[in-house]
Every structure is written in C-alpha cells, then in structure tokens.
C-alpha cells in the first residue's frame, strides 16, 4: 500500500502524552561507554557459572508460571538488607523502574500529584504522567543539596499525594542526610518512596533510610540490582515497606509479572552478594579518582556517593562532549548547565576518559 506514513500525532494518544519524548540515553558503540551509570566490570565466572546452573534448572518448568509471589526471592532480599526485614515487607519486579510504576500505580493516578526535588531522576516525571498523575517539582540548592527545613517546607505547601527522594542524588550524586528524609516524612500525608539505587557507593558509616522503616507504614525504600550487582541486563529492583504497603502493590501488579528466569538469576546472583559486591570499593576509589582528578584540570566536580560524578566548569558541554566521543569515550549530558556526567568505570576505562579529557585542552 501506498501513501503517507502515519504519524504519532495522527493516533489517537492521550493528550496528556503529547509532545512528550520516551526515556533514554544516546546509544554509541565505542570502546569506553560511561554514560548510563552501568557497572562496567563483568559478572564474576564463578557467579555466572552458579547463575546460569540456577536458570537451567529453571528452564526445566519454564511451561509452567512462575512463584506469583517470588517468596524465595523475598526471603534472599530481606536477608541481604538486614535492619530485622522480613519477607512480607519485600517486593521485586522487572527493574526498580517498574517497581515504582507499581507505586504510581497503586497511589497516584488522574488527580493525584507526585513531588521531587529538581534536578533528579529524569524518569520520576514520565511515570507519574504515564499512570495520569501531575508531577510537581520541588527546589534545591545551588549545589544541589537539601536541609530538613527547607524539604518539609516544600512538601507541606505541595501536599503531594507521592514523594520521590533520590538517595543519592541522580543525576548529581548527591547526598541525602537522614534527618531530611525524616523531615520529608513528617510533613507528608502521602506515601514517601526513598529510592536508593546506588546505595551501596555511599560511605558505609551513613545510615540508609530502611532504618526508618519501623512504625511508618506511608514509607518505602526501592533498591535495584543493576548498580552495584553489574545485573542491569537482567531487570531486577525491589522495595522494602510495611507490609500493608506491599499488599497495595498487589494490587497492580500484572499477574506473574517476575518470570521463573528471573527470579533464578536473581537468586544465584545474592547467592553471591559478597563477591559480586567486592568490586564496589574499586568503582568507589575510580569515583573519587575521578573527582581528584578533575579538580586538577580546572573543573568543578560535585560531592558524590554514587558511582558517577558530575562536573561543573564546563563551557561548552556540548562541544567536550562531541569530542570525547571522538576519542571514543562516551559520557552523559544532562542538560544541567556547563556539567557534563561521568560513570565510574574499571581503572582502565576512568584512565582513558580522563586522559582524552586531559587530551582536550582549551577545547572543553
């Protein structure tokens, strides 16, 4: 058939969807990606190995559906959290995306707002519109950061039915003190979600906010596997919560949605939490390479407890980054003006972003 291809604005999509661009991230083959905060290192093989056994045997019923209620898996992740977290204040879904679709879900919707504080997660805004809710963006401080004072404030006078809190900060890497989220809480009426997704970088003297858990069933603490674990290919997040909050979520959860190969993999991954997280202080000690590194060149790097660090100072960030993608080095443009965002890779890979940035001179 012939004709003029149709476009996106001739379906009938929901106005509310219009105009809006799909998530993603520039997708480039070279040889140093750093730009997706991905754990760059491999899959240890002997963790693979273990891996790949579990789904095998998985495979041996895959015509059969899976555990509906992944209770293994559950278990596995309330004993790697600790805090005296049991089953029934776990849950898992296809990446920590999903499982806070299943919050949005379950407690936003038409009507219903959803806050966080500016800049942040660039996927907060897309899944509050995508379940009909209106999101609602709170402030920071020049460098990003957020008193207890300030957080309260804010949500007080929004009154939002969801807040997101970033812990650290994505895309600055920002730390974000207990007694803020605290605040937060307390002057909330909503469901308060914690989303720690790259926790394990952050000093391991800081408290996270799963020892707030106790007596506050509104709040929740989402955690994914794809950081520190290196298992982004394999979409697994998860949250901890009241248990009554996790019965919430059942409620919108598509039936089966956590496939047998998945929860193998995941299973035969935490079967190896410590070497599978040995390779966090590495990425840590690159990070703050990272950090010490670009000071020296003249730029004006962000205090960070993820594994990426953004960088001010810089002029043209469109330009740099065009050029060390050049020099096969690819890294994040956030649209946050003159910063540019690195991941932490393996030592070779931090030592070839910053030589080639080194490489640039007056260009960047």
């Known amino acids: 058939m012939g004709g003029v291809s149709p476009r996106l604005d001739d379906l009938p999509l929901r106005d509310d969807l219009r105009g809006k661009t799909p998530y993603g991230a520039p997708q480039e083959s ?3 990606a750093l730009n997706v905060n991905e754990n760059t290192h491999p899959v240890p093989q002997e963790v693979a190995d273990d891996i790949l056994d579990s789904v095998a045997v998985a495979l041996r019923e895959v015509n059969r559906y899976p555990d509906r209620e992944f209770v293994e898996l559950r278990e596995a992740f309330a004993d790697y959290l600790g805090h005296g977290l049991v089953r029934d204040q776990l849950w898992a879904a296809n990446g920590s995306n999903e499982v806070l679709q299943h919050v949005m879900q379950a407690f936003g919707g038409p009507g219903r707002t959803v806050f966080g504080f500016a800049p942040t997660y660039s996927m907060y805004p897309l899944l509050a519109s995508a379940t009909g809710a209106t999101w609602v963006a709170g402030e920071r401080a020049h460098d990003f950061t957020l008193t207890p004072q300030s957080a309260a404030e804010q ?3 929004a009154d939002p039915d969801i807040v997101l809190l970033c812990s650290p900060n994505n895309p600055t ?3 974000l003190p207990i007694d803020v989220i605290d605040a937060v809480y307390e002057a909330s009426r909503g469901v308060v979600i914690v989303d720690e997704a790259y926790w394990e970088f952050a000093p391991r003297d800081q408290r996270s906010a799963l020892t707030l858990l106790h007596e506050r069933p509104r709040l929740a603490v989402s ?3 794809s950081k520190a674990f290196a298992f982004a290919g394999a979409r697994v997040g998860y949250l901890a919560a009241d248990p009554v909050f996790i019965d919430a979520l059942r409620l919108v959860r598509l039936p089966y949605h956590l496939s047998s190969l998945t929860q193998a ?8 939490a410590d070497t599978m997280l ?4 590495d990425i840590v000690a690159q990070r703050d390479r990272i950090g010490a590194t670009l000071s020296a060149l003249g730029y004006e790097p962000y205090e960070s407890w993820s594994n990426f660090v953004l960088f001010g100072g810089v002029a043209d960030p469109q330009a740099t980054w065009r050029a060390l993608l050049e020099r096969g080095v690819l890294i994040r443009d956030v649209g946050l003006p003159g910063t540019l965002r690195v991941s932490a890779g393996t030592e070779e890979e931090t030592t070839s972003f910053l030589d080639s940035l080194a490489s640039l001179g007056s260009q960047s």
């Open 30 to 32: 070279v040889p140093v």
């Open 155 to 157: 949500v007080a006078e």
């Open 173 to 175: 890497g920002t730390p």
């Open 223 to 225: 955690r994914t596997m």
């Open 265 to 272: 993999a995941a299973l035969g991954a935490l079967r190896h």
């Open 278 to 281: 040995a390779m966090v202080d």
